[in-house]
C-alpha cells in the first residue's frame, strides 16, 4: 500500500521532507529564466521551459534526501496550459527519481464531478479501449467542504491504483479558523472533519499502521496537531507552514506518533529559494537547506523521545 | 460592474439560465464521436476535438435564450492538456457569442496559492512586459473551507478586470450537510459562510443591487434558499442541481430577489442531453430543453409575484 511505501522511504531516508515544488517565476534563477526568454520571447512556452529546468534541478538535488514533493498546481495553472505541461513534468521527473509525488490540488465536488477529479489526479482516463494518464500523481489533497463525496469519490482510484489523498482539517493560513474553528457543541469544524477522515483512514489502512487516507494539518497550529493526532490515530498527515510561513521543528513533533513516523512535514520556499538568501547555486542551496532541516527534525524527535 | 451586466442580459433575454457544460464522452452524439476518432484515433486529442464540436453547437443553441454557461473544468481536466484546451475553448467561443462565463473551478487556497488560482481563472498573468490570458472566465467558484484569504486573494482581479467569484455555501449534494449543516450555536456553518460571504457582497455592489461577489446554494434545498437570499441580500445567486439532481422550478423560487432577479439557475445534463431521451438532433434538443425550462422558471416566478 502506498502509505506503506511512503513509510519505507521516510525510514530509508531518514527524513519525513516533502519538498514543495512551487515555482515563482521571479525567483528562478536569472540565468535559467534568460536562456528560455531569449530562445522563446515573452510567451508561457518560455515560463514552462524555465519551470522545467528549475524544478529538475531541484528534485536532482533533493532526491537522495527526501521521500516526496509537493508540486502546488496553482501555481503551474496561472500559466496555463503551458504552466500545466510543467507541472506534468514535475511529476514525471519525480517519479522517475524514486519519489513520491503529492499534488496538491485541493479539489473536491459533488459525486460524478469530484470522480472526474479523481480520474484526472490519481486514475487512468478510459479513452475507447485505452486506459491513459493525465495528472497522475501518488496523492492528491482534498478539500472536504461538500463532505463525504470528497472522500468517497477518490475510493475506486485509490483502491485499483494504490494512491492515497490528503484531506484538509485545519490549515495553516490566519483566515483558517474563519471556518474550521467554529464551535459545534464543544468541538472544533476542523475535529468533525477529523472524525470524517479518522473513519476513512481507519477501513483503509496499511501494515505500518498508517493509511494512505491522510490529513492536512498546519504547522503554524502546533497544539492542534497534537489534538488531531490522537483523533486520526492511522492517518498519515501533511504538515505544511513550515519555514516561510513561520512554523519551525519544535512545532511539528505533535504531527509524528510514537513511533516518530506518520507525517510528512512540508517546506516550499525555504528550500527552492534557499540560494536567494545565501548566495551560490540554487541546487546546492537546496540540498543544503533540506539537510539542515533533516537534522532539525531529527534532533528534535530525539529530544521528545528522550524526554519520556 | 460585471453582476450589472449579468442582471441586464437576465432582463434582456428574460431566462436566469446558466446551461453547465459538463461534456460526458459517452453521451455525446455518436457521429461526432467517430469522426474524430477515426481522424486522430483513440487519442486525448480525439476527444478534446468531440468536445469542442459538442460544445459549439450546444452554445449555438442556447446563446439566444440564456445569459450564460457554465463549463464544469473537473469533466475537461480527466482528460488531460487535451481537455483543458477544449475547456479555453468552451470560454472562449461562448464569450464571442456574448455569453456571461462561469468557470466552475472551486479553487480556494491559502494566501499566494489562492491569487495564483485568481490570476489563472479571472486575471492575467504577466510575462516580462506582457499580460496574458489562460484559464480567464468572467465568474469563478470557489471553497470557502479556508476562510477570507478566498475571497481577498481574488478581490484585486475582480476590482481590475470586472469579475466575479461564487463561493460555495450549501451545495446540492446528498452529503453536503456532514460539514455545512454543523450547528454552531443555533446556526448552521453555511450560515456562518454566508455572513462571511455577505459582508464582502456589501462591500461590492452593483447599481443593480446585487454584487459580483455571489453564493453557490443547491436546488435541492429550497428551505435553505430563501433562509440564505435574506442573510445575503445583494449576493447573486448560483443554483446547481435543478433538473437531473433533482430540483424543479418550485424548489428555485427562493433564490431570487423580490425584483424576481438576483439568481442563476443551472441546468446542465437536463439540457445537453436532453436529445438522449426526447431524439432528434443534440442541438434542436438542448434548444427546446431550455426554452421548456425558461417557461417553467416564469411561470413559477410569476405565480409567486401574484400571491404577494
Chains 1, 2 share one sequence.
Not at 515563482?24 to 535559467?32: C, G, Q, T, V
Not at 470522480?115 to 486514475?123: E, P, Q, T, V, W
Not at 485499483?160 to 483566515?175: A, C, E, H, Q, R
Request: with cysteine; glycine share 12%.
Amino acid at each position: 500500500m502506498l502509505s506503506d511505501r511512503l513509510v519505507g522511504e521516510i525510514i530509508k531516508k531518514e527524513s519525513p521532507i516533502v519538498v514543495g515544488l512551487d515555482p515563482r517565476l521571479d525567483m528562478i534563477p536569472e540565468d535559467i529564466r534568460n536562456k528560455h526568454f531569449k530562445t522563446y520571447g515573452e510567451t508561457l512556452k518560455a515560463v514552462s521551459e524555465s519551470i522545467i529546468e528549475f524544478n529538475r534541478g531541484i528534485i536532482d538535488a533533493v532526491a537522495p534526501h527526501v521521500p516526496a514533493v509537493k508540486p502546488q498546481i496553482a501555481f503551474y495553472e496561472q500559466y496555463g496550459i503551458e504552466g500545466l505541461i510543467a507541472y506534468q513534468d514535475a511529476c514525471k521527473y519525480a517519479k522517475e527519481n524514486g519519489l513520491i509525488v503529492v499534488g496538491d490540488v485541493k479539489r473536491g465536488d459533488i459525486g460524478s464531478t469530484s470522480k472526474a477529479y479523481s480520474i484526472a489526479h490519481l486514475g487512468k482516463t478510459i479513452v475507447g479501449t485505452k486506459k491513459i494518464s493525465t495528472f497522475e500523481v501518488d496523492f492528491a489533497t482534498i478539500n472536504p467542504y461538500l463532505g463525504d463525496d470528497c472522500m468517497q469519490e477518490f475510493m475506486e482510484e485509490i483502491k485499483l491504483y494504490d494512491k492515497g489523498i490528503f484531506v484538509l482539517v485545519k490549515t495553516s493560513n490566519k483566515t483558517s479558523g474563519q471556518i474550521q474553528d467554529l464551535n459545534v457543541a464543544g468541538e472544533k469544524v476542523y475535529e468533525k472533519v477529523a472524525h470524517l477522515v479518522n473513519q476513512w483512514s481507519e477501513k483503509y489502512c496499511g501494515g505500518s499502521g498508517y493509511s494512505s487516507i491522510g490529513a492536512v494539518v498546519g504547522a503554524t497550529y502546533p497544539e492542534e496537531l497534537e489534538i488531531l493526532r490522537k483523533k486520526m490515530p492511522s492517518a498519515m498527515f501533511l504538515v505544511p507552514g513550515y519555514g516561510a510561513q513561520g512554523g519551525g521543528a519544535k512545532d511539528i513533533v505533535g504531527a509524528f506518533g510514537k513511533d516518530g513516523l506518520g507525517a510528512l512535514i512540508n517546506n516550499s520556499r525555504g528550500i527552492l529559494y534557499a540560494y536567494v538568501k545565501h548566495g551560490g547555486d540554487y541546487k546546492s542551496g537546496a540540498e543544503k537547506a533540506t539537510i539542515e532541516m533533516k537534522s532539525a527534525i531529527s534532533n528534535e524527535l530525539k529530544r521528545i523521545r528522550n524526554h519520556y
